[in-house]
């Protein structure tokens, strides 16, 4: 059974810093791997999604990377703002109707 | 604009009620899920449809009843629950279960309270 785990659960980093958020997947015979942003009292919105065959993905001031083998990938965050605030969630697909595993999240909070 | 809308955004319940969470999608997407999202543990997948059929039911309790009327529309039905039901209840579309790489669009969820 896939399990997914994010290291740090929380993170308070002032503004203008670049951050890496970690997340760690046990089975690594995965379809894709996503990263989503969780804001309080909503629902979750896509960030960056990399397909098994890639090694990383980019979006503005994001960049995700994969590295199937080890089963871990990252987000980096550059130049990190206050409307970055949010909760951080990776989630690894099984492809089909597996649907996604998740982790716990990291809370990240940017300070002013 | 979410292109996934939920109703309602909170719901509160006695363990006897009967009630039901409601999920459109506008996106014309074919697959739609629930997940459960409960404090301290990851999301949760409880059920997937693919094209109105069930393809995927996660060990779910049979207090939750999933029904999919057509690809655009998702409900959960609900009986006799239990306090520990209490979560973030998460709809959410893709454009089809066999196109993996194209990303799951989530509603802003249901806030369920069971008193």
């Known amino acids: 059974k896939q399990e997914v785990t994010q290291i740090p659960a929380a993170l308070s980093v002032p503004e203008g810093e670049n951050l890496v958020l970690n997340c760690s997947f046990t089975?690594?015979?995965?379809?894709?791997l996503q990263w989503f942003r969780q804001d309080p009292g909503k629902g979750l919105t896509s960030l960056l999604l990399?397909?098994?065959?890639?090694r990383e993905q980019t979006s503005g001031r994001l960049n995700a990377s994969l590295d199937k083998s080890s089963g871990r990938s990252t987000l980096y965050i550059a130049a990190s703002q206050p409307g970055d605030s949010a909760t951080y969630l990776c989630?690894?697909?099984?492809?089909?109707?597996?649907?996604?595993?998740f982790g716990k999240g990291t809370h990240l909070i940017i300070q002013p | 604009e979410t292109g996934v809308t939920q109703t309602p955004r909170h719901l509160v319940m006695g363990m006897t009620n009967k009630k039901s969470l409601k999920c459109e999608q506008h996106?014309?997407?074919?697959?739609m899920y629930w997940y459960k999202q409960s404090a301290k543990k990851p999301l949760e997948l409880m059920f997937v449809?693919?094209?109105?059929?069930?393809?995927e039911n996660n060990s779910v309790p049979s207090r939750f009843s999933p029904e999919c009327p057509n690809s655009s529309h998702l409900f959960l039905h609900l009986h006799t629950l239990q306090p520990e039901d209490s979560a973030l209840y998460l709809c959410?579309?893709?454009?089809?279960?066999?196109?993996?790489?194209?990303?799951?669009?989530f509603g802003d969820g249901t806030r369920l309270s069971i008193l």
């Open positions: 089975d690594s015979a995965i379809y894709n």
């Open positions: 959410a579309s893709s454009q089809d279960v066999q196109y993996s790489n194209q990303p799951q669009h």
């Open positions: 449809y693919n094209f109105k059929e069930q393809t």
């Open positions: 989630a690894a697909s099984g492809g089909g109707a597996d649907g996604l595993t």
């Open positions: 996106l014309g997407h074919n697959a």
């Open positions: 990399i397909q098994s065959s890639q």
